[in-house]
Structures are given as C-alpha cells and as structure tokens.
C-alpha cells in the first residue's frame, strides 16, 4: 500500500532517504542538496506495519498555566522538585515513580477521561540541570513511552518561579506534547481543554502549599513549645 501523496512514495524505492529528497526533476543525485541535508533529523515519522506505508508527520502543542503562591519561593521550588508529589495537586497524573538505578529518570503515568473514552500512557522523564529557586524541567525519554498500542507521544515541561516578595512566588507550568499530524484535529481540540486542566492544577498547587507552610509552621510551634 502507498501514499499517493507523499513523495517518499513517489520515488524509486531502491534509493535510501537522503537520496530520495536529494533528487532533482531530471533523476540525477545534487551532490550539494545531498551534503546540505546530511546529518539532519527528519521530521517525519513512519509507523504501522512493514506491509503498509504511512506519512506521519510531527505536531507540537503547548499549553502554559500560571498562579500567585502564597509561600515563600523556596516552598514551592521545594514541593515540584519532589516529583512524586505532583499527583496531589495534578489528579491526572496517577503516579509518579523515581528511577533507583537513576533517580533523575521518573516514570510517569497519566490517566484522564475525555471526549467520551479514558486515555492512558506512560513514559519515562528525564530530569535537566534546574536552576535553584528559578527553574525545573524535564524531557521525556525517546522510545519509552506508550499510548495505546501504535502511538507515543514525547513530551517536555518546565516549571519556572519568581519571587514578587519574601512571603510569596509565582508559579508557571509549561508542557509541550508532540501529536502525530493524523491526530491534527483532535489536539487542537484537545488544547484549550488541557490548558483548563493545568488552571485548575496550577489552584490545587497554590491551596496545596499553603496547608504544607501551615503544618510546617504548627510543626515549628510545637517543637518550640517542648
């Protein structure tokens, strides 16, 4: 089976990819085009069977959601950068497990309801350098996620905070997901629904760490008191 749209298919199957875009209307190879495009990754993916052929190309949706906090920055950087935390305030996410053979990978498994059907996936989360008190983030980890049974879907995120005062921070959550180009128009109506959810996380975050100040400050109390 072919794509007749796609000019991979279009093409004589006998020469390798670089070939394929480096060929000029007349059937000769540019050895110029060639070299320009070597070493370069393509944005393409192929996935199914090896009896079919499909053109899937990469889409990248990103949502943001912010909040004021009323805890110092410290707080808040603190409770993010204990990742198996995060599923108190963010439901969706059902768990979140530190790597013991690596603990800047974590496993992270999402589960939510939508459009009448339960979506589930996982996928592994490498951690990069943070910057203390400014800034988390993470990257999924190629080939080691799952949706469904044909899809993965690499992702990335970052935390940034700042601190308008002593006593307070704000909190900005940006994730970034990619979505195969068949699955064009269900993501864009996916995206405002996901930027509701990460509001309504980014609230649950705020309540969250202000209950952990107060039993850290009732805590503090009670010592004293001894």
Request: glycine share 8%; hydrophobic share 35%.
């Amino acid at each position: 089976m072919t794509c007749n749209s796609c000019f991979a298919c279009r093409v004589p199957q006998g020469r390798t990819r670089r070939e394929k875009i480096a060929l000029q209307p007349s059937g000769r190879l540019d050895s110029h085009r060639l070299g320009r495009f070597s070493g370069q990754r393509s944005s393409a993916r192929v996935l199914g069977p090896s009896n079919g052929f499909r053109c899937q190309a990469k889409q990248w949706i990103r949502n943001s959601a912010g909040t004021n906090v009323d805890v110092p920055v410290d707080i808040a950087f603190a409770l993010w950068e204990d990742r198996e935390r995060i599923c108190d305030w963010m439901p969706w996410i059902k768990s979140v497990k530190i790597q013991q053979n690596d603990t800047s990978l974590s496993r992270w498994t999402l589960s939510q309801d939508l459009f009448g059907r339960t979506w589930q996936f996982s996928w592994l989360a490498r951690n990069l350098d943070p910057v203390h008190l400014k800034k988390i983030h993470w990257k999924s980890v190629e080939g080691s996620g799952s949706f469904g049974s044909a899809l993965e879907v690499a992702n990335r995120g970052e935390i940034l905070f700042s601190q308008p005062s002593p006593a307070s921070c704000s909190v900005t959550l940006t994730i970034s997901y990619e979505v195969p180009d068949v699955l064009g128009p269900f993501a864009n109506a996916l995206s405002p629904t996901v930027e509701g959810i990460l509001r309504t996380d980014m609230g649950r975050f705020a309540a969250y760490a202000c209950k952990v100040q107060a039993a850290m400050a009732s805590s503090n109390r009670q010592s004293g008191g001894l």
